[in-house]
């Protein structure tokens, strides 16, 4: 039976919490909006539907994910309809007394002709009412296709390529961030990508994807061995910041949207907190941003459970560390202030 909104919805009251912490402001800088796609449409009362569950977001970024692309017009800019579409949400969203859209982060192929990414990102800038601050262009890509989840890029090796990171550069002159979203297997080219372009800012997205499904069901143990030591390499390009979240969709291979109900806070603080006390013991909370990925990882949890647990994975930091995770890191990155 296809997912529904009110199917979903029910699924995830089976398993509600007390807020932890919750007046503690928080900028969410990862979530997508849509009205149509393969999940149940997400557009902004479905959001505040999530970030009025019982945590104080303020504001939040909208990550790109394909949504809304014009379908007239010269085919590079066919992107920037997805700007316009959320930038009208945005509008909508102020002044409400609910958490905002700050940021609208779009997307670009920066693998094609300088010119035409120049055109693009202009495109991007007028349409974007004052919020548009960057590009995903992710890498991801899944060779054996068994993983059942995305595929980003037709490219296998889209961070190796020189007009790709020709693109990549350009972000960072014009003053523009990168983000990315890819699997496990891909952080030691995404590392070698960042070396080559230190003037742009670069935002791993979901912590590099520890893939848990396909090829790697079964290996968790061998898979984080590797990330382990690709998140140390990354931490070592200064120009590279984390987003610290995203390990709830399936291909992470934890499988809690097939449970019977849905997890709490603390079994997923327990199932990740590894992953969140490794990455930021690398970076630095100044360089890392608590991310819900939602709707995505709702096929997984709900948005205050999510939250919850990741209030209690950072109990042990100081006030300004969490200040930093949950609000000044985001605001700084994506220029939200």
Avoid at 277 to 304: H, Q
Wanted: charged share 25%; with cysteine; aromatic share 10%.
């Amino acid at each position: 039976m296809a997912l529904t909104a009110q199917s979903q919805r029910a699924w995830l009251n089976l398993t509600l919490e007390e807020s932890v912490d919750p007046e503690r402001e928080i900028i969410d800088p990862h979530h997508h909006l849509w009205r149509t796609g393969g999940l149940p449409s997400y557009v902004l009362e479905d959001l505040w539907g999530d970030t009025d569950s019982g945590h104080n977001i303020v504001k939040t970024v909208f990550m790109e994910c394909g949504a809304e692309y014009r379908t007239t017009g010269p085919q590079h800019l066919r992107t920037v309809g997805e700007t316009e579409f959320v930038r009208d949400i945005a509008l909508a969203s102020r002044r409400q007394g609910k958490a905002e859209i700050a940021g609208i982060i779009g997307h670009a192929d920066l693998d094609q002709d300088y010119s035409l990414v120049l055109d693009v990102l202009q495109a991007h800038e007028e349409s974007g009412g004052g919020l548009f601050r960057g590009i995903r262009h992710g890498g991801a890509h899944d060779p054996g296709k068994n993983l059942g989840w995305l595929n980003a890029t037709p490219h296998a090796n889209l961070f190796e390529r020189e007009d790709f990171r020709r693109g990549v550069a350009l972000l960072g002159d014009r003053g523009y961030t990168y983000d990315s979203w890819h699997y496990h297997f891909q952080n030691e080219a995404f590392a070698d990508l960042a070396d080559t372009v230190p003037g742009t800012t670069i935002v791993l997205d979901h912590f590099g994807t520890p893939c848990g499904v396909g090829d790697y069901a079964g290996k968790a143990d061998e898979v984080f061995a590797q990330w382990q030591a690709d998140i140390k390499r990354l931490a070592g390009c200064p120009n590279v910041v984390v987003k610290i979240g995203g390990l709830a969709m399936p291909v992470n291979g934890f499988g809690w949207g097939e449970n019977e109900r849905p997890p709490s806070s603390d079994v997923v603080a327990a199932a990740h907190r590894d992953y969140y006390l490794w990455t930021i013991d690398a970076f630095g909370p100044e360089r890392c941003m608590f991310e819900s990925n939602f709707p995505v990882d709702k096929l997984s949890l709900s948005y205050n459970v999510y939250w919850n647990a990741m209030k209690k994975i950072a109990a042990s930091y100081s006030d300004a560390e969490q200040h930093a995770m949950f609000y000044a890191t985001a605001e700084r990155i994506y220029r939200l202030s």
